[in-house]
C-alpha cells in the first residue's frame, strides 16, 4: 500500500505552496493552524441552503442553533437557548435567549435575528426567502407562527405537536444567521457565512481550502487553536498520503483498508471511531416482482452476508444493521429485533416456494457519496450472494448526483434493487421520509422502493405527535419490528464513523450526529 500511494504525495505538498503557512513536505504543520483533509469541497456554508455531512462539520464551528446535541450523545442541551418551556399539548415551544451574545460581524443576536432565520426560510413572501433553495425546510413546516414578545425571547406555536421539533433544531439547518450579513450579501451569504460560533469564516479558496479563525469573543469559551483549514481531498488513498506524510493534522471517512495501519501507528497517529445513527441498505421494489413478495425480500436478505461485507469489505468499520432505525438512538431501539442471519440454504427454500428462482434483477449501484462507504464493492458482494441462491443481478452504475435524480424520482418496473444510505438525528426521519405511503416519490418523499403498510404509517404518525420520550420509543420499537418483518429493504450496515488525528492533536472527538466540534480541540 505505501509505495503506490506515495506517489500520491509530491504533487498535494507542491499544493501548499498556496498557504500563508508554507510547509515543507514532511514537516510539521504550524502550531496555530489545525489543517484537516475533507472527503469533497462545501456545497454552501448557508446553514438552510446545505445538506451534506462534509458542509456541517465546517458549519457547526461558525453558527450556533438555539439548541443542540451535547458533547458525545444525541440528547438535547441549550446552546443560543439557555432554557425552555413546552405547553402541555405539545404546541408551543417558549425559549429564553442567551443575552450579550453578538454575531461575528458584530450585530447583536436576539429573538428578532433568531426569528429572521426561520421566516426567511418558510415564507416565500419574505424579502430574502429567494436567497434559498431551502431543500431540508420541511424539518420545521409544522411551525404556524413565530412570536418574539421580547427581546430575549422567542415563541414557536405549532399546527400540531411535533416531538423531533427539538432535535430538528439541533441540526444544522436550525442554526442561526446573522440577518446583517444575509441582507449583505443576498444568494451570496453561503460564500460569506456569518454566525455566533466559536469561528469566523475568513477565506474560501475553490478546490483549495475553507479557512476560519478563532472567535476571542465567543459566548462558550475562545478556542485553543487560531486557525482551521479544511481541505478538499476527495480521493481516499490521497487523504490518507496527506496524513502519513504530515500534510494535513486530521482527516475524516478513513478508507477501510487503511485503518488497520494508522491503528498500527499509534506512536505518530490516533484513530477515533464511533457508531453515528446511520444505515445502509438496499432499497426492493415492493410494486413489481418479485419483490411484491414478502417472502422473496426476505430470502435476498438470509441470501446476504452481511457480517462479511462489514468485516472483509468494510474492514470492521461497520456493524450489521436490523432494520431501518439505528441502534445508535439507545432510547428507541428494539432489542428483540436482531440481524437477519446468513442463511442461503433458508434463502433458496424461501425464492423456490414464492416461484423466485432464476430471476434476473437489475440493481442501481452509485459510484460514490456522502456515507455510501464501498459502494461498487459492496454491490459486487451482494451480487456474488445473490447469484448463490439462484437471482441473477445486473448492476448498473452511476456518479452520485445522477444516482440520485433516478432513485429519488422512484423505481421504475424494470428496476429492482439500489443502494441508499441514511444519516439522520431522530429516530423518526429516515422512517418518515422513507417507509410512509405518503412518503411514495410522486408525493415528494423518498420512498423510492414504494413501501407500504397502514399499520407503520399510524405509528410512525402517532410517534411524531407524542411528546412522552417512553411512549415514543415503545412506537418505534414497533415500527423496527413491523419494517424487519416486512424487509422493504436489504438492511446491511450501520457506519461506525472514523477519523485519523497526528498525536500532536488533543481532545479531538467524533460526535454521534457525525459533526466535528473544534473549539476545545488543542495542538502541541
Excluded at 45 to 63: E, G, K
Aim: hydrophobic share 40%; net charge neutral; charged share 20%.
Amino acid at each position: 500500500m505505501l509505495p503506490a500511494l506515495r506517489k500520491c504525495v509530491i504533487p498535494l505538498c507542491l499544493c501548499f505552496g498556496a498557504l500563508s503557512w508554507q510547509l515543507p513536505v514532511q514537516a510539521k504543520t504550524p502550531a496555530d493552524a489545525l489543517l484537516i483533509g475533507q472527503v469533497a469541497e462545501p456545497q454552501s456554508l448557508d446553514p438552510q441552503v446545505a445538506t451534506a455531512a462534509n458542509d456541517s462539520r465546517i458549519l457547526v464551528n461558525i453558527f450556533d442553533g438555539l439548541v443542540r446535541n451535547g458533547e458525545g450523545k444525541l440528547d438535547i442541551e441549550p446552546a443560543l437557548a439557555t432554557r425552555w418551556e413546552i405547553s402541555p399539548d405539545g404546541l408551543t415551544y417558549r425559549f429564553h435567549l442567551r443575552e450579550g451574545v453578538k454575531f461575528q460581524d458584530g450585530t447583536p443576536f436576539n429573538a428578532e435575528a433568531a426569528k429572521f432565520t426561520f421566516d426567511r426560510m418558510l415564507d416565500d413572501k419574505n424579502p430574502w426567502h429567494n436567497t434559498g433553495p431551502f431543500p431540508l425546510s420541511f424539518f420545521f413546516s409544522t411551525i404556524k407562527t413565530i412570536e418574539t414578545p421580547d427581546e430575549n425571547t422567542l415563541v414557536f406555536t405549532l399546527k400540531e405537536p411535533f416531538s423531533p421539533f427539538l432535535s430538528n433544531l439541533a441540526t444544522p439547518t436550525g442554526l442561526i444567521v446573522s440577518p446583517a450579513a444575509v441582507k449583505k450579501h443576498g444568494k451570496d451569504f453561503g460564500r460569506h457565512p456569518v454566525g455566533t460560533g466559536a469561528f469566523t469564516f475568513a477565506e474560501w479558496t475553490a478546490n483549495q481550502r475553507v479557512v476560519v479563525t478563532a472567535n476571542d469573543g465567543y459566548w462558550d469559551g475562545k478556542p485553543a487553536v487560531k486557525n482551521v483549514v479544511f481541505r478538499p481531498i476527495t480521493d481516499g488513498n490521497t487523504r490518507v498520503a496527506e496524513m502519513l506524510s504530515g500534510g494535513i493534522d486530521a482527516m475524516v471517512e478513513v478508507p477501510p483498508d487503511t485503518v488497520k495501519l494508522f491503528a498500527e501507528k499509534s506512536n505518530r497517529f490516533r484513530l477515533y471511531q464511533t457508531t453515528g445513527p446511520h444505515v445502509w441498505y438496499v432499497m426492493l421494489n415492493t410494486q413489481v416482482p418479485p419483490f411484491n413478495d414478502v417472502r422473496v425480500r426476505q430470502a435476498v436478505n438470509y441470501a446476504v452476508n452481511k457480517q462479511s461485507l462489514a468485516d472483509n469489505i468494510l474492514q470492521g468499520s461497520a456493524d450489521v444493521a436490523d432494520g431501518p432505525i439505528p441502534r445508535a438512538f439507545n432510547w428507541a431501539a428494539n432489542k428483540e429485533v436482531t440481524p437477519y442471519p446468513y442463511d442461503p440454504a433458508k434463502a433458496r427454500a424461501l425464492l423456490k416456494a414464492a416461484g423466485a428462482e432464476g430471476t434476473t434483477l437489475t440493481f442501481y449501484v452509485t459510484e460514490g457519496g456522502s456515507g455510501m462507504l464501498d459502494p461498487i464493492p459492496m454491490a459486487t458482494a451482494i451480487q456474488a450472494d445473490l447469484k448463490a441462491v439462484g437471482l441473477n443481478v445486473s448492476i448498473q452504475t452511476y456518479e452520485w448526483n445522477t444516482y440520485l435524480s433516478k432513485v429519488n424520482a422512484g423505481l421504475d418496473n424494470h428496476t429492482q434493487m439500489a443502494e441508499m444510505a441514511w444519516m439522520t438525528n431522530d429516530p423518526d426521519t429516515l422512517p418518515f421520509l422513507t417507509l410512509r405511503t405518503d412518503a411514495w416519490p410522486k408525493k415528494g418523499g423518498f420512498n423510492s422502493g414504494y413501501y407500504s403498510n397502514p399499520q407503520v404509517d399510524t405509528l410512525l404518525q402517532k410517534a411524531r405527535m407524542t411528546t412522552d420520550t417512553a411512549a415514543r420509543a415503545g412506537l418505534y420499537r414497533q415500527v423496527q419490528q413491523l419494517v424487519h418483518d416486512d424487509a422493504p429493504w436489504i438492511f446491511v450496515a450501520n457506519w461506525k464513523q472514523n477519523a485519523v488525528t497526528s498525536t500532536r492533536i488533543e481532545h479531538f472527538a467524533l460526535q454521534p450526529n457525525f459533526n466535528l466540534l473544534l473549539n476545545r480541540v488543542t495542538k502541541q
